[in-house]
């Protein structure tokens, strides 16, 4: 056929027989599509219908994408198949009745939109896992069956011979559907359904909607349209998260003690656990009888971070930009990003199994506590816990949408040293991360490969750092460098630790400030020398000695065990 494509418009000949050319081109343009390799347009062995019925919206199998274009034909200026994986800037000479060939080229070449970015965000979400699973698991048959030929579309069975996706497939196809719907007929400016409820939610969160105020304005919204257009819309704001479900990353609710002695999680997380094994606290409110739901006390959020990390390397803006760090150059000998420096050398010297793949993740967990509700209201502490990537390159790694929430610890207290009981979720998946790892799909090199991360530092203040560390940040003793040698003292007028005057021993021996006798404590010269650090080694066998803690408030007081706090 060369490369002209009348044949797309041509089912019938002058007789009003059913063009065998047509047949034939319907056979070239299946192959072609049904042999992509990328799920955005071939999926589960299910292509886009481009007949004039479906219009790109339906995924259909090869013999029912074959019978809706050979009954309806090929939707109107179909020239260039961009939903199919065809390269759009490939020329084709078309020569449709009423307009020629260069008209029509140009014509189709204007209306290509670009690649929306809501697909883009729906394959990432659904992750390649997804199609990879075998046909059998989501009811889709092999796309061999269905190359059956056939010259005269009254001679196709019209028996069901194909399933239509069940489970998370169905979830999938029907967010591909809304993210290619418009959002009424005749809307050209690219608002599809999807976009428009992700706008919605969207004001919901930027302007502090309640729930009964977003549900007013989307009923006043749906007024406006026909009612063939509503019954594809969200009624509600259940309807419209149920919608929009698959394409966040969830969370974990777990129960806590409400004196932070244990979190209801692995072995006790069982509904069985009624009450608290250390301190006897029940684990729910007191209701009626004939409450369906118990309401926990207390409760914690987990964010897991191992598929937010899976997501950088499945999303295609992120994944080439988690290996910059292997080609970071310090030039002039500034630092200007965590790889330059070196702790970063130094961890990559000590584990250099781990530095030999560079896509292994290097994390930081950052955490600070505040008052949610302003400094006029009662006192109310609420701790979250962020981690950060320090893979993606300096004006990536430190905006808002690479900082991930992890944990919300709840108040209205501290946790102090109780944190450790809040952390576990997140130590057992920093723990899997760095000892086993997980298979990750790495979507600009198209293979997987087993990703490990570790925890290069935490980042907080100093009671923060106490809380972390399990280092008590009061007294003399607060500093962790120096310990038993420091210099602090007590000033018995203020009933304070002060500290001055004990960072000059840190510096160089022939630095005037040691001699000086004046700016500092009068009358007093520094000839000591910087304490040696102690090695990971060393700090074990001093602490080895020391009880089990026992978290909580209440639990040390009762028991009579010592505060190592």
């Known amino acids: 056929m060369g490369e002209d494509?009348?044949?797309?418009?041509?089912?019938?000949?002058?007789?009003?027989?059913?063009?065998?050319?047509?047949?034939?081109?319907?056979?070239i343009f299946l192959d072609f599509a049904f042999s992509q390799t990328d799920p955005m347009f071939c999926a589960m062995n299910m292509i886009r219908c481009p007949c004039s019925k479906c219009w790109n919206r339906e995924w259909h199998h090869r013999r029912r994408v074959q019978f809706d274009l050979i009954t309806n034909g090929f939707m109107d200026g179909y020239f260039i198949w961009k939903r199919h994986g065809e390269i759009i800037h490939r020329k084709r000479r078309c020569t449709q009745v009423g307009e020629s060939s260069s008209a029509a080229a140009a014509a189709a070449m204007n209306n290509i939109p670009s690649v929306d970015q809501l697909r883009d965000m729906l394959h990432d979400a659904i992750g390649p896992n997804?199609?990879?699973?075998?046909?059998?698991?989501t009811g889709v048959e092999d796309a061999t069956q269905f190359d059956a030929s056939f010259d005269d579309p009254c001679g196709v069975s019209t028996e069901s011979i194909f399933e239509e996706p069940r489970g998370d497939a169905k979830e999938f196809f029907d967010l591909l559907r809304a993210a290619d719907t418009p959002l009424f007929d005749g809307c050209d400016d690219g608002v599809t359904v999807l976009k428009w409820v992700c706008e919605l939610m969207s004001a919901k969160t930027l302007f502090n909607m309640s729930v009964t105020n977003w549900?007013?304005?989307?009923?006043?919204?749906?007024?406006a349209f026909k009612k063939v257009d509503r019954e594809k819309l969200p009624t509600d704001y259940y309807s419209a998260k149920k919608m929009l479900r698959r394409l966040g990353l969830g969370y974990k609710k777990y129960d806590v003690c409400v004196n932070n002695c244990i979190l209801y999680y692995g072995e006790y997380e069982s509904q069985c656990y009624l009450q608290c094994p250390v301190c006897e606290e029940p684990r729910f409110k007191q209701r009626d009888v004939h409450s369906a739901k118990p309401i926990p006390r207390k409760s914690l959020w987990y964010l897991p971070i191992i598929p937010r990390l899976q997501r950088l390397y499945m999303s295609r803006k992120t994944a080439e930009h988690?290996?910059?760090?292997?080609?970071?150059?310090?030039?002039?000998?500034?630092?200007?990003?965590?790889?330059?420096?070196?702790?970063?050398?130094?961890?990559?010297?000590?584990?250099?199994?781990?530095?030999?793949?560079?896509?292994?993740?290097?994390?930081?967990?950052?955490?600070?506590?505040?008052?949610p509700f302003g400094h006029s209201a009662s006192p109310y502490s609420c701790w979250p816990v962020f981690v950060s990537?320090?893979?993606?390159?300096?004006?990536?790694?430190?905006?808002?949408?690479?900082?991930?929430?992890s944990l919300?610890?709840?108040?209205?207290?501290?946790?102090?040293?109780?944190?450790?009981?809040?952390?576990?979720?997140?130590?057992d998946d920093l723990k899997q991360l760095w000892y086993s790892g997980v298979q990750t799909y790495d979507s600009f090199r198209h293979q997987y490969f087993l990703m490990r991360a570790a925890l290069m530092w935490t980042i907080s203040d100093l009671p923060g750092y106490g809380m972390l560390s399990g280092?008590?940040?009061h007294g003399k003793l607060t500093c962790p460098y120096c310990m038993e040698n420091s210099k602090a003292f007590w000033l018995e007028h203020c009933r304070k630790t002060s500290f001055l005057d004990c960072h000059r021993q840190f510096l160089p021996p022939d630095h005037p400030f040691r001699r000086n006798k004046n700016d500092f404590i009068k009358g007093r010269t520094e000839n000591g020398t910087m304490p040696e650090r102690l090695s990971g080694d060393e700090m074990r066998s001093r602490i080895h000695w020391l009880p089990d803690i026992l978290f909580g408030w209440e639990a040390t007081s009762e028991t009579g065990n010592p505060r190592i706090w």
Not at 17 to 25: I, L
Not at 215 to 223: E, G, I, N, T
Not at 339 to 367: M, Q
């Open 130 to 137: 997804f199609f990879n699973n075998e046909n059998s698991a």
């Open 389 to 405: 990537v320090y893979n993606l390159p300096p004006t990536m790694c430190m905006k808002q949408e690479y900082v991930f929430l």
């Open 471 to 473: 280092w008590s940040t």
């Open 215 to 223: 549900d007013y304005v989307l009923k006043r919204s749906l007024m």
């Open 322 to 371: 988690m290996t910059w760090h292997l080609n970071c150059y310090n030039e002039n000998e500034k630092m200007f990003h965590p790889a330059c420096g070196e702790a970063w050398k130094h961890f990559d010297n000590t584990h250099p199994e781990f530095a030999s793949e560079p896509r292994n993740v290097r994390l930081g967990l950052c955490t600070d506590g505040f008052t």
């Open 408 to 427: 919300i610890i709840q108040g209205p207290q501290s946790p102090g040293k109780n944190i450790d009981v809040m952390l576990r979720p997140l130590i």
């Open 5 to 27: 494509w009348s044949w797309m418009y041509r089912r019938r000949d002058e007789m009003g027989y059913w063009n065998n050319e047509f047949n034939a081109g319907v056979k």
